[in-house]
């Protein structure tokens, strides 16, 4: 080896060893310290700008507001900025210009890039970054000064953290991604005893590491199917996601395949949104003008490819016939559910009355306290004095028998047997007391008897009804006219409505007759209402025996299971 080529060799390895050393010092903090803070001097001052070229200026805030300055001189009034603000230098912007409220004022002068030595450089329009590494930022017009002091500013700060100078330049020693912004750069040149700050402004993008993923579609994800309408327009959309690259634009077609071709469709603008992390979102739409029948053949298909420097990705949709919805469906399950409910909601408001009564009678159970009650029946009916067949008969059914032929017993005395001109109503209404006191064992009030004569009619009824757990009413045509005797039945079904534990069972003597009963006075609403939902049962003249036994035997499981204490005490003794 020659001793140049050794002396060579020698710088060169020398070259290698300090200048690493020198940028590791720079990053380390061994930089000059420079302090931060708004860019202040000494006033007035002089800046020169590039026309084209963003500009700023310098200035501090006052008392937290933002100042203004406008420039001075007849004709140019409305021409302002609001100082720390970024626009673009023109040249009509050249003149003086004084801040409102600060001691402020300077001479800003712009510049063409034509002239002088600007017509060597470049423009300098961006420099690009790689996050998480260094990177170094130009100050554009090097050769038009003689001074290498650079002093560099990024939102009217100076810029020391995480960089240092180097000769005509920024070093930034760990590149983030808050560093994209618009850095200026100021040179101090010196004309004809005036001193001049040269400002620059360079736009920095800080972009993600060189990837080699292609992008990746999110809609249509793989191979779908969309529903169309024959006969209507359709709107493709396809969504794909790209890593930022450096001067190179996403691309996304829609193709359309038929027959084993591929032809480009009539594409919208694309659309684009940044997502941050360097991650870009775009969007590309197709029209197709009218979907025909022959675009839903199984062999035409619409794909969407999405590329860039490192491949390519593509997903298709295949076109389907939407099912229509037929609209008398779509609207006629709505509206029959609401009629049904408007209707049922009807029912209840005027079949209110008959529900709570049906309710009542039916369906309340265990709340007859019979240690509380002095009678166990309430038997209401009009009184028809007894002819002297019924007496006989009534002294034969008298007698007990084992309660297995009670109502063969019964049957066999029918007093309604006798056919001697006595009313079915004459004859129940006294059979019925023998039948309930003396064979049952049941404890009756009857009014006639048991309320002392002399008090008032009304406080006797209520007060009879409260001590009874039964009402029972023999109705008749004589039972329904007389008043007296509808006032029993209207307290009974007023009773029961209020949550009474009162009990009430109807027992027609005529149901054929029932129906045509036309009373006068004419029967209280309350009563007319109640009488076709109470419980009744029915006792005709005439009646077979079989017929007889059924009576007697849905009467017993009617009366209530249990008798007042007294009667018990009574049977015991």
């Known amino acids: 080896m020659t001793e140049v080529n050794k002396q060579c060799l020698s710088v060169y390895i020398l070259c290698s060893f300090i200048f690493p050393i020198f940028m590791e010092g720079c990053c ?36 937290q507001h933002m100042v203004s300055c406008s420039m001075t001189g007849e004709g140019n009034e409305g021409l302002s900025f609001v100082c720390g603000r970024v626009f673009r230098a023109e040249a009509k912007h050249s003149g003086k210009y004084t801040c409102s409220g600060s001691n402020m004022f300077f001479h800003l002068q712009m510049v063409n890039r034509s002239l002088g030595c600007l017509q060597s450089n470049k423009s300098h329009k961006s420099v690009w970054l790689t996050v998480d590494q260094g990177g170094e930022i130009p100050c554009p017009g090097s050769n038009c000064s003689n001074n290498p002091e650079i002093i560099w500013y990024k939102n009217n700060k100076t810029v020391s953290q995480r960089s240092c100078q180097t000769p005509g330049g920024l070093h930034l020693c760990e590149v983030r991604q808050e560093d994209t912004d618009v850095y200026f750069c100021d040179r101090q040149i010196i004309e004809q005893g005036v001193n001049w700050t040269f400002r620059r402004a360079v736009h920095v993008i800080v972009i993600p590491p060189k990837s080699d993923e292609p992008p990746s579609i999110i809609y249509p994800y793989g191979n779908i199917k969309e529903e169309v309408e024959l006969g209507r327009n359709h709107t493709l959309m396809c969504k794909a996601r790209f890593i930022f690259e450096p001067d190179v634009s ?58 860039n420097t490192n491949g390519n990705s593509n997903a298709t949709i295949k076109l389907i016939e939407k099912i229509k919805v037929k609209w008398p469906s779509l609207v006629g399950y709505p509206v029959v559910s609401l009629l049904l409910v408007a209707g049922l909601g009807m029912v209840l408001h005027v079949k209110w009355l008959e529900i709570q009564l049906i309710y009542r009678s039916h369906f309340q159970r265990g709340k007859h306290d019979g240690d509380k009650k002095e009678f166990d029946v309430l038997l209401s009916y009009v009184w028809s004095p007894p002819t002297s067949e019924v007496e006989g008969v009534l002294t034969i059914t008298t007698q007990k028998g084992p309660d297995t032929d009670e109502e063969a017993c019964l049957s066999s005395t029918d007093p309604l047997n006798t056919e001697e001109g006595n009313s079915t109503q004459r004859q129940l209404e006294v059979l019925l007391p023998h039948v309930l006191e003396d064979r049952w064992a049941y404890r009756l009030c009857l009014l006639e008897r048991d309320v002392l004569p002399g008090g008032a009619y009304a406080d006797d009824v209520v007060l009879a009804m409260q001590r009874s757990r039964m009402l029972i009413c023999l109705l008749s045509a004589d039972y329904l006219s007389n008043s007296n005797a509808v006032f029993v039945l209207e307290s009974g079904i007023q009773a029961l409505l209020q949550n009474s534990s009162l009990k009430v069972l109807l027992i027609w003597t005529g149901r054929a007759s029932a129906s045509l009963i036309q009373p006068d006075p004419p029967l209280p609403t309350l009563v007319q209402r109640a009488l076709k939902v109470l419980p009744s049962l029915d006792w005709t003249s005439g009646d077979p025996t079989r017929a007889t036994n059924n009576f007697w035997r849905s009467l017993r499981k009617a009366m209530p299971d249990q008798r007042v204490a007294l009667v018990s005490l009574m049977q015991d003794q």
């Open 28 to 63: 380390e903090g061994k930089q000059k310290k420079r302090t931060d803070g708004n860019q202040q001097g000494t006033f007035p001052q002089h800046y020169r700008a590039v026309e084209g070229e963003d500009f700023m200026i310098p200035c501090e805030s006052v008392n």
């Open 250 to 307: 996403p691309e996304v077609r829609w193709y359309r395949n038929y027959g084993g071709k591929m032809e480009t469709m009539n594409l919208l603008p694309m659309e684009s949104k940044d997502l941050g992390l360097f991650v870009l979102e775009v969007i590309r739409r197709a029209v197709i003008e009218e979907v025909t029948p022959q675009l839903l053949n199984q062999n035409h298909t619409y794909t969407c490819i999405a590329n």
